[in-house]
């Protein structure tokens, strides 16, 4: 307002008389144009862009244990009968002397070597058996069944449960870390039976040659508390060393 008044005053009298109706015209000129101004204003906000939708998390599976196929402990088979889906997710809890270890099985990428060790653990097989060979910075071994007699013990790791399999070695699964799962096995590819080892650190010169058909997901700790029973140079017996049990196997499956 103060330019204005100053305006007013030093203008010349002609254009002080025309002066009320220049401003008359020039306020209608400002109120006309002013929501053009804003529309464009608005119009050249810039739009956000729309919130994407959340993306729900899949689903964490179910766990549920599978009813076991016999009451008492069977040790000796002819084969392995069909008993899993590789549609779905199994697990193995390995109940030890020195804790639980949870096993996830690779149903779809090893369905032979998955459903063996299914199949014998729903029989009792491996209840009382012991992790026999266990080497620092290597891996542990259990399955045999001649472990659980320790009158047996010059015997331990000859044992099998009376049949044999080829081994699953191409699906690219690899033994690069500790806590894989593999199916033990002598020098021919025909030789898997029941035992079966865990990496205790990667060992990734065994891939391509031995079966790969599961992962440590729970109780890693407890794996590498285990008892050396072997030095890792020679595999000399270290005297003293007691090897763990394996009281029960838990076999459980998703909904």
């Known amino acids: 307002m103060r330019p204005l008044s100053l305006t007013a005053r030093l203008a010349p009298t002609p254009v002080r008389r025309a002066l009320p109706a220049l401003l008359a015209s020039l ?26 939708a ?36 199994y697990r193995a809890v390995l109940n030890t002397s020195k ?6 099985l690779y149903a779809k990428q090893a369905p032979v070597a998955v459903n063996n060790f299914v199949f014998l653990a729903l029989n009792g097989f491996y209840d009382g058996t012991r992790f026999h060979r266990v080497i620092e910075g290597f891996m542990a071994q ?50 898997q039976g029941s035992q079966f080892f865990i990496t205790l650190a990667p060992a990734d010169f065994l891939s391509g040659g031995y079966t790969v058909f599961g992962q440590v997901v729970s109780g890693l700790d407890t794996l590498q508390r285990l008892t050396r ?16 049990l394996i009281q029960s196997v838990q076999i459980l499956v998703s909904r």
């Open 54 to 89: 959340p993306v729900a998390a899949p689903a964490t599976p179910t766990f549920v244990p599978v009813q076991p196929l016999s009451a008492t402990r069977v040790t000796t088979f002819t084969s392995a009968a069909q008993v899993t889906d590789p549609a779905r997710t």
């Open 99 to 104: 804790g639980p270890i949870t096993l996830e």
């Open 142 to 191: 259990g399955g045999d069944p001649q472990s659980t007699d320790p009158a047996l013990r010059a015997r331990w790791g000859t044992g099998g449960p009376g049949y044999s399999f080829r081994a699953e070695v191409g699906g690219g699964l690899r033994f690069d870390r500790a806590g894989v799962l593999g199916m033990a096995r002598a020098a021919s590819l025909d030789s």
């Open 27 to 52: 306020s209608l000129g400002l109120i006309a144009c002013a929501p053009t101004t804003q529309r464009q204003a608005s119009a050249s906000q810039p739009t956000a862009p729309a919130t994407p």
């Open 229 to 244: 029973t072997a030095t890792p140079n020679g595999e000399v017996p270290i005297p003293g060393a007691q090897p763990d």
